[in-house]
């Protein structure tokens, strides 16, 4: 049967990224992001810039006169200046101070940062609301204007510089850690922890801190970069630092004043400026990227509940069978195609195609599969299952047509008629034999009666048996005895028995169940064979899992045998109607 | 509305005051006597004595902060120890030539950022987007005053199409705009890729709300659902950012004015400090303060002008 299908509505984003960690899957996808590897490229040109100069044992305070702003050339690959010292071997040594320094700026004032943040989060109080006064203040104005001042007040060395930059950076950090702090701090797990007597320090640290580390992590990264900028202009402008230690913006700023002469010395310590901020910059922007939460909180429950490759969804309904795909870093693919009621794998296997088609995925590439259907609900509804009959201990023939007394609430009580029951009473049979409600023998069971039986369920050609006697799921020795004298009688037939289905007491309900079980087996047990077996046979590696209606998955086995679980959001009412 | 607004304005007063109260200590912080600065290697102790009743600093602290308070309201920032002129006209002079550059800058700044925002955000995801992005985080890793130098070299010495240094002739617009152009390049290239990163993540953003799925589900063209529907609702963001830039742009322009010897502020404030010129330093922070926080004030109003949401948080 040729299905039409629709694909509905695709999504493949590359810019959606989870906010998840980066996995296994998402690694591969984050190196593979041509802004990433160029990132890597200006990490690995500094690290290879610095080491041959340390190779070429090239020292940065050197002077030779006779060599005076030579141009770039074999010798002094990136010129030399007024007093003849190797720009080169200056740009290798300013990635020391220069680097140095911002990574010591960035962990200082984030570290500090991160504490005024955690105690403006979590206390109250004259002193806290003093300090936040004083962040927003400081926030409100450009991080060169106070570096510049503060450098100018502390002095010329690094020690100042560190702390000039500093100063413009820890509101920076200090904000943001307390607006999450705020946030987290209303949530039910710190008041659980606080109810078990845990204190504020011990709050902070191990339920708050952690819970930050991340958004720290992520704004170190950020502002690294905006750190490597300021300390730049700062020495460019000859504050912050000693006038003989060669930072970066030092040495553009001793290339300045021999611009028209020597424009190298200034040319080759900037680029070193421009590859080192775009080192962290590029790369800053993907952590930030996986940060930024693209999905609301159900597609990250979605996405994160795999590991990775690709997860299939698939639902056959009575009209439909809806395909999922969702690929480990959150694109999914859906597909909607008519359900083939004949044999419903084929309306099964046409979706799946479809959607890997659009995905460009194989069947190999699948890492999990997950199947819903109502074929077993359907089934019932339809009164469309197997011709079945039911094998019940003396005297019980007519549980299931007495059901229980009462009529559905909701329902009118003059016009409301039982449904018709799975199985008449023409087809129940009695065996005798008895079992008390703790599990022992009061009267041995008697198999030759199911000689007769047999006789019958021939004669009247039923798909499927049931077993359903009195207090079996106390003992199931009885019910085990009747089902292999069946079996072996009628070699292939579909036997239920209570035991297995729902082994709870109650007469009416574990007859239904069994009885509804036995109904349904024939037709799900041939779909499921022929489904796992085309789904084999395409390449798929990893074994269906099959929803069960109480919540979970089964095996494609145990949904073989008990397809009674596996009727699929059989709506609550209808249910207890059949139950009835 | 008014209740809003004079909220806001008595946020500004008080930024105010805490800063000149900010500057006038840490001036005073600062170690060294000012009236040794102004006298250099041939202060007398009489000569020093003198100086220190004309500079006022003989007086206790908190009377040398009510003339301070008392002269700012009236403009008196004091005199310059180095050019002996007030404070206040210095800055006065130098004003108009970092009006100039932050107005230059900010143009060069918004414009483009906004039309490359807007531009990689429509096709985000293709190649086109890539390229920006990636031109943007280059942009935005270039320092001002290296680029600053570059332009110089390029476009100074090796092609004379631009002047090499100085502001302008101030009677002739043609010259100012001459000496304007490449310190307006070089001040607003970072600005101008944050503000397109800015704007291509706001674009994003409103592309995947609900609403937008309408328009789009009504039939209307990709292009017009982005001047109509999208574009007014991320231009939020956007302005917050531009505040933020300009705020930039003015701190950007004391390095940038170095490189090119404009006569601005930021040079003026760059040349005070490291001459320990205290009264300028105290009047140039004055001056930039006053303005940032008169530029976040009006980034306030626009904003709740541009959001009815804001105003009645």
């Known amino acids: ?580 | 509305m008014v209740e809003v607004l004079l909220l806001r304005v008595r946020r500004v007063a008080v930024t105010l005051l805490v800063l000149v109260t900010v500057v006038f200590i840490a001036v005073r912080l600062v170690p060294g006597n000012p009236a040794l600065v102004i006298l250099g290697d041939y202060a007398t102790p009489e000569l020093i004595a003198s100086v220190e009743q004309d500079l006022g600093v003989d007086q206790p602290l908190w009377r040398q902060y009510l003339d301070f308070l008392r002269g700012l309201l009236t403009g008196d920032l004091g005199y310059s120890y180095r050019t002996r002129s007030t404070a206040a006209s210095l800055v006065l002079a130098h004003i108009p030539y970092t009006i100039q550059l932050a107005t230059a800058g900010f143009l060069l700044a918004v414009v483009p950022g906004v039309l490359a925002g807007l531009f990689a955000g429509r096709w985000h995801g293709s190649r086109r987007d890539l390229g920006i992005m990636g031109t943007a985080t280059l942009a935005m890793s270039i320092p001002a005053f290296w680029l600053g130098l570059l332009l110089l070299f390029m476009f100074s010495l090796v092609l004379p199409w631009f002047p090499l240094a100085g502001g302008g002739d101030p009677s002739n617009p043609a010259d100012i705009i001459r000496h304007l152009i490449l310190p307006a390049v070089a001040v607003a290239t970072r600005e101008a890729a944050i503000i397109s990163r800015v704007t291509r993540s706001a674009v994003l953003e409103v592309f995947g709300q609900d609403f937008i799925t309408t328009a789009e589900a009504k039939g209307l063209r990709r292009n017009r659902v982005l001047r109509r529907h999208v574009v007014r609702n991320a231009i939020l963001p956007v302005i917050s950012i531009s505040a933020i830039q300009l705020i930039a742009l003015l701190s950007g322009s004391m390095v940038v004015e170095v490189v090119f010897s404009r006569p601005g502020l930021g040079s003026l404030f760059i040349s005070a400090v490291t001459a320990r010129d205290f009264p300028l330093i105290q009047a140039c922070v004055i001056v930039f303060g006053l303005s940032v926080t008169l530029i976040n004030f009006a980034a306030d109003l626009s904003y709740s002008a541009a959001d009815p949401r804001v105003r009645a948080a």
């Open chain 1, 1 to 580: 049967m040729g299905a039409e299908t629709v694909v509905k509505h695709v999504i493949d984003d590359p810019n959606i990224v989870s906010d998840m960690e980066p996995r296994r899957g998402q690694i591969h996808r984050v190196l593979h992001n041509p802004l990433v590897l160029a990132g890597l490229f200006c990490h690995l040109a500094i690290a290879v810039l610095v080491a041959m100069a340390w190779v070429r044992g090239l020292d940065p305070f050197a002077q030779n006169l006779r060599a005076t702003m030579a141009p770039p050339s074999i010798e002094f690959w990136a010129g030399t200046d007024h007093l003849g010292r190797d720009v080169y071997a200056r740009m290798a040594a300013g990635a020391r101070y220069s680097i140095g320094v911002a990574t010591a700026t960035i962990l200082i004032s984030g570290a500090v940062g991160t504490l005024i943040g955690l105690m403006t989060g979590m206390f109250r109080g004259r002193l806290i609301r003093l300090v936040n006064a004083a962040l927003d203040f400081i926030m409100a104005f450009p991080a060169l204007m106070i570096g510049v001042l503060a450098a100018a007040a502390l002095g010329n060395n690094l020690t100042s510089m560190v702390s000039a930059i500093g100063i413009a950076l820890v509101p920076r950090f200090a904000l943001v850690v307390r607006s999450e702090t705020l946030s987290i701090a209303n949530r039910p797990y710190i008041e659980a922890a606080r109810l078990l007597g845990a204190g504020n320090s011990r709050l902070l640290a191990r339920h708050v801190l952690p819970n930050v580390a991340g958004t720290v992590i992520v704004l170190s990264s950020l502002y690294l970069p905006l750190v490597i900028a300021l300390e730049a202009s700062l020495s460019f402008l000859g504050l912050g630092v000693p006038p003989d230690v060669p930072t970066w913006g030092r040495i553009i700023a001793d290339g300045q004043e021999l611009f028209v002469l020597a424009p190298w010395v200034s040319i080759g310590p900037g680029v070193m400026i421009v590859l080192a901020s775009l080192a962290f910059n590029l790369l800053g922007t993907v952590s930030a990227t996986c940060s930024i939460p693209a999905f609301d909180a159900e597609d990250r429950a979605m996405v994160s509940d795999r590991q990775s490759g690709y997860a299939l969804g698939v639902d056959v309904g009575g009209t439909f069978t809806d395909v999922c795909l969702v690929a480990a870093d959150g694109r999914f693919w859906i597909t909607k195609s008519p359900t083939t009621p004949k044999d419903r794998s084929e309306g099964f296997l046409a979706g799946v195609r479809d959607v890997l088609d659009a995905a460009g995925v194989g069947f190999s590439d699948i890492e999990r599969v997950m199947h819903g259907t109502t074929v077993a609900t359907n089934a019932i509804l339809e009164g469309d299952g197997a011709r079945c009959a039911l094998i019940t201990t003396s005297g019980f023939r007519y549980v299931l047509e007495l059901g229980r007394h009462d009529v559905p609430r909701g329902e009118n009580i003059f016009a409301w008629t039982k449904p018709r029951r799975p199985v008449p009473p023409e087809l129940v049979f009695e065996v005798p034999g008895r079992l008390s409600s703790d599990g022992s023998e009061l009267q041995p069971l008697d198999v030759s009666e199911c000689e007769d039986i047999i006789k019958d369920l021939r004669s009247s050609k039923v798909e499927a048996v049931a077993v359903c006697l009195l207090h079996a799921y106390a003992n199931p020795e009885h019910e085990r005895e009747v089902a292999e004298f069946i079996e072996e009688s009628l070699p292939g037939i579909a036997i239920s028995v209570s035991h297995e289905v729902l082994p709870v007491f109650r007469e009416y309900e574990r007859t239904m169940a069994t009885v509804l079980n036995a109904y349904v087996r024939p037709g799900v047990s041939s779909y499921l064979l022929a489904l796992e077996s085309n789904l084999k046979e395409l390449g798929l590696l990893v074994p269906v899992m099959y929803m069960q209606s109480g919540g979970g998955v089964i095996s494609g086995e145990v949904a073989g045998v008990r397809p009674f679980k596996w009727r699929s959001r059989v709506p609550r009412r209808v249910s207890s109607e059949l139950l009835r």
